[in-house]
């Protein structure tokens, strides 16, 4: 690790002042000979935005926000920082000034005692303000005395109660750093690492800040922090880590490795799509056919979606690095582990099972088990009509694990394992906390993530206002990060939201997008659901032959398709339809196949629409399939599946006035209309007449609407 011959208080003293760069009088501002002087006073917040979007309206929101944190209303820095301000030194707490900012400091600065300059060098390093830190830099014990003529010059307060000081302006952390020399730099930052010592994540920064060449134990140290600090959701600074890891790296090989995986989680977590395309180019470079293959397997799938969406050729490249990668299966390698659940994501968007005979193939030979969520997942996910059941022990462990889980990319993948056995309400907490974290700046894909769990988990149980509001909170997030691939999915969100409350042309020309957007890239599962919000616009239309055709299109009458598990979505739909249409052996043949498959088992959302189709295709006994549905409605699931338990009331209510008593009728019709008028679903509140009066005899007459061709 590198030293530093004056790295001691003592060694600080006697290189005197002449290691301070002091500004020249040319750097002065001219006298004003008596001129008046007008005083500007800071900006307030709203006129400082104001100034800024008139002044540099191309600012993405995140380099905006820091602007204004460092600028703190003052005009000549709102003006001069844009021009130093890119998105690197805008994530920094020490940015580049420009000549003007700098001198606007620099006489305060120039004019403290060489001691003082010292200390506010090591505060501004420091960062937290800590006193006990500083006072460890500096080896003064007694106290921190030298501070005084900084307080006086009102450029730092020190809060006595708290142990912190804090600069009275963030730009001022900046003109120390630009006024000082390199050697005493990196003796600040030497001398923090040994205070630190304690604390392996600060120090390997300080340590690498300090370091003057390639330095393999400081590279380790700090892709360790890397590592780290990726937990805790932070992706940005994962990636600035495994970057200077790698310009420390000894080998080319290890440089490879490091850059390999900084490109994988700028591609996968951050959003920096252009920077991961640029790393993975130097990791190439630097070790065409090292350990790091594999993670840029990996950034290489995620650039290949963002780009052209080239699922089948993204799915080909890792299932080679994988097979390939010379592991040997060991799920102690966090890069195979981050390249299955990278699988997993390629086999579902390509939707036809042999996309997943790899993935089964490799999940086999994980030793010595896959991980807990990869495991889940692989049951819930891909097919659970075949293998969900089996997850039922493995989820509540790792659900129950969620409120103290702060690691974003399990919380997220824990959601993914949790979709299709309907335990999304469970991971609402931690998906909202991703969101603000989001919103407060934090990885653009966990947001994305947690915004899809919380949409379908809304839509399902009714908050359709909410389920909108947050589907066009997706598209702008995938609008403004690079991340368009995941576009298609908040247009699902919003399309079934529009299809459920009438408004047709809608939810058909969104539905058409994603067609349009994913065949020709081959995501068949964008392909797949499109068909979804066709099939609710038909019903809601009342065209019961084309929601018949669009529910069938993803999957057949009869059969719960291979490894296409939204098709469990529509299972009612398509059952209702073919009854509708006269096409009785294909709704039982559907129906069968629900029971056959044990479809109930999976959730009490499952359960209630297997009731609800029994009923409808009135099985054998049907006074008992009524008893069962009759058991269902009243109880919690009906309460917290609100469209499905609506509609399911609605057919039950339909049923009952042609064939029972009008009481339970008038019970069922009025609740499916509360429900409906709670989502506000016009077409199925319109079928619900306020008067729910019995009818007498006859058949039902339905409402039918020619669709747009």
């Known amino acids: 690790m590198p030293s530093c ?21 040319e750097r002065e501002p001219p006298r004003s000979a008596g001129l008046p002087e007008i005083v500007v006073e800071p900006l307030d917040d709203e006129a400082a935005g104001r100034l800024v979007d008139a002044t540099f309206p191309w600012l993405t929101a995140r380099i905006r926000q820091r602007l204004l944190d460092l600028a703190q209303g003052n005009p000549l820095a709102l003006m001069e920082l844009p021009t130093t301000l890119d998105l690197a030194a805008a994530r920094a707490e020490v940015v580049p000034l420009s000549d003007r900012l700098q001198a606007m400091f620099a006489a305060r600065i120039g004019e403290l005692p060489e001691p003082t300059r010292r200390l506010l060098l090591l505060a501004t390093f420091e960062g937290a303000g800590d006193v006990r830190v500083l006072r460890a830099a500096a080896d003064d014990r007694p106290g921190l005395g030298d501070l005084a003529p900084a307080e006086r010059a009102q450029l730092v307060r020190v809060d006595d109660a708290k142990a912190r000081i804090a600069f009275r302006h963030p730009l001022i952390r900046s003109a120390i750093v630009a006024m000082s020399t390199h050697e005493e730099r990196r003796c600040a930052h030497l001398a923090l690492a040994e205070a630190l010592h304690g604390d392996r994540e600060r120090r390997a920064w300080h340590l690498a800040a300090a370091a003057t060449g390639p330095d393999e134990a400081v590279a380790e140290l700090l892709e360790e922090a890397a590592h780290r600090v990726m937990l805790r959701g932070d992706a940005f600074a994962a990636v600035a880590a495994l970057i200077r890891a790698a310009e420390l790296s000894e080998t080319n090989s290890g440089r490879g490795r490091r850059l390999a995986e900084a490109a994988y989680i700028g591609a996968e977590a951050s959003g920096a799509i252009d920077d991961a395309k640029t790393l993975l180019t130097d990791a190439r470079r630097a070790a065409p056919d090292s350990a790091g293959s594999l993670h840029a397997a990996n950034a290489a799938a995620f650039l290949m979606l963002n780009g052209d969406g080239d699922v089948n050729t993204a799915h080909r490249l890792l299932v080679g690095a994988i097979q390939t990668g010379g ?7 966090p890069a195979l582990n981050e390249a299955m659940h990278t699988l997993l994501l390629l086999c579902w968007y390509g939707g036809a099972p042999q996309y997943w005979e790899p993935f089964y193939e490799a999940l086999g030979r994980l030793r010595p088990q896959p991980p807990d969520v990869l495991a889940l997942a692989s049951r ?12 039922l022990p493995l989820i509540d462990p790792i659900l129950e694990s969620l409120p103290g889980e702060a690691d974003p990319t399990r919380i997220v993948r824990i959601g993914t394992a949790s979709v299709y056995l309907d335990r999304l309400g469970d991971c609402r907490e931690s998906s909202w906390r991703l969101v603000q974290h ?15 769990h919380l949409c379908l988990d809304d839509f399902l149980v009714g ?14 997030v995938c609008a403004a990060s690079g991340f368009s691939f995941f576009a298609w999915y908040f247009r699902y969100n919003r399309a079934i939201v529009a299809a459920g409350r009438g408004r047709f042309d809608e939810a058909y020309a969104l539905a058409d997008e994603m067609t349009h957007w994913a065949l020709p890239r081959g995501v ?32 057949a009458p009869g059969v719960l398709a291979s490894h296409a598990p939204h098709s469990t979505w529509v299972m009612f739909d398509l059952v209702e339809a073919a009854v509708r249409t006269g096409r009785t052996v294909e709704a039982r043949a559907h129906v069968a196949a629900m029971r ?44 917290r599946w609100l469209f499905e338990a609506s509609r399911i009331r609605l057919a039950l209510g339909e049923k009952l006035r042609r064939t ?30 306020p008067s729910c009066a019995p009818r007498s005899t006859g058949s039902p007459t339905y409402r039918r609407t020619v669709l747009r061709p």
């Open 5 to 25: 011959s004056a790295s001691s208080p003592a060694a600080w003293t006697a290189a005197g002042p002449a290691c301070w760069r002091r500004p020249g009088r």
């Open 327 to 333: 592991h040997g299966y060991r799920t102690e390698d």
């Open 380 to 391: 819930t996910f891909p097919d659970p009509v075949r293998t969900g059941a089996s997850a």
């Open 438 to 452: 989001g919103r407060d700046g934090g990885p653009p894909r966990r947001h994305l993530g947690a915004l899809m």
């Open 463 to 476: 908050r359709w206002d909410e389920a909108e509001q947050l589907a066009l909170e997706g598209q702008r």
């Open 524 to 555: 068949a599962a964008a392909a797949l659901f499109a068909h979804h919000p066709r099939t609710l616009a038909a019903l809601g239309q009342g065209d019961w032959d084309a929601a018949f055709r669009h529910a069938a299109a993803m999957s």
């Open 596 to 639: 056959a498959a044990g479809v109930a088992a999976l959730s009490a959302r499952m359960a209630l629409i297997q009731a609800g189709a029994d009923v409808l295709v009135e099985v054998e006994d049907d006074d008992a399939a009524t008893t069962r549905l009759e058991a269902l409605l009243a109880g919690p699931a009906a309460e």
């Open 660 to 689: 029972g008593p009008a009481s339970p009728a008038r019970r069922h019709l009025l609740a499916a209309r509360d429900g409906f008028a709670a989502m506000a679903a016009v077409p199925w509140l319109e079928r619900t007449p």
